[in-house]
């Protein structure tokens, strides 16, 4: 376990368990009622823990869906510079990890000069396993 994991109270790491269980992003209401059953009764307190969570890195937001999702990479702790994959077909997220892309976001600016504090991508396609399974029907 991580520093950052130790300093978590009792309410962030329920929360946090939750969703890193969840191969899907989850929304704050399926939080909600599935912190209920440990104890977590009052909505602020799961907001509250998701705050933080954010902020130090271990989930994002996935802005598109109004949902969360577990970090995926480990030593990702820029919560306000998130980039991820999503497939219109089973919606499954993932979280890009791309040196090349994250150089090019790093230097970027605007025709103003803007440094930009975060981003927050989404790009959207096909996965592998739904493309494979739209060819597997067009065959039959
Ligand atoms: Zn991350
Ligand atoms: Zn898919």
Same mark, same amino acid.
């Given at each position: 376990?991580?520093?950052?994991?130790?300093?978590?109270?009792? #309410?962030?790491?329920? @929360?946090?368990?939750? $969703?890193?269980?969840?191969?899907?992003?989850?929304?704050?209401?399926?939080? %909600?009622? #599935?912190?209920?059953? &440990?104890?977590?009764?009052?909505?602020?307190? @799961?907001? =509250?823990? %998701?705050?933080?969570?954010?902020?130090?890195?271990?989930?994002? =937001? @996935?802005?598109?869906? #109004?949902? +969360?999702?577990?970090?995926?990479?480990?030593?990702?702790?820029?919560?306000?510079?998130? @980039? !991820?994959?999503?497939?219109?077909?089973?919606?499954?997220?993932?979280?890009? #990890?791309?040196? &090349? %892309? +994250?150089?090019?976001?790093?230097? !970027?600016?605007?025709?103003?000069?803007?440094?930009?504090?975060?981003?927050? %991508?989404?790009? !959207?396609?096909?996965?592998?396993?739904?493309?494979?399974?739209? $060819?597997?029907?067009?065959?039959?």
């Amino acid at each position: 376990m991580d520093k950052k994991s130790k300093s978590l109270s009792k #309410n962030q790491k329920i @929360v946090l368990d939750f $969703i890193q269980k969840n191969k899907k992003p989850v929304k704050a209401y399926s939080i %909600l009622s #599935n912190v209920q059953k &440990k104890g977590i009764n009052a909505p602020p307190q @799961v907001y =509250r823990a %998701l705050d933080k969570l954010i902020e130090i890195g271990k989930i994002h =937001r @996935v802005e598109s869906q #109004n949902s +969360f999702v577990a970090c995926k990479i480990s030593n990702c702790d820029t919560p306000h510079k998130t @980039v !991820f994959s999503i497939c219109n077909s089973c919606e499954i997220v993932s979280e890009i #990890n791309d040196p &090349k %892309l +994250f150089k090019n976001l790093k230097d !970027f600016r605007d025709k103003d000069g803007t440094v930009f504090d975060g981003y927050n %991508l989404e790009f !959207f396609g096909t996965c592998k396993s739904c493309k494979n399974k739209q $060819i597997e029907n067009t065959k039959h």
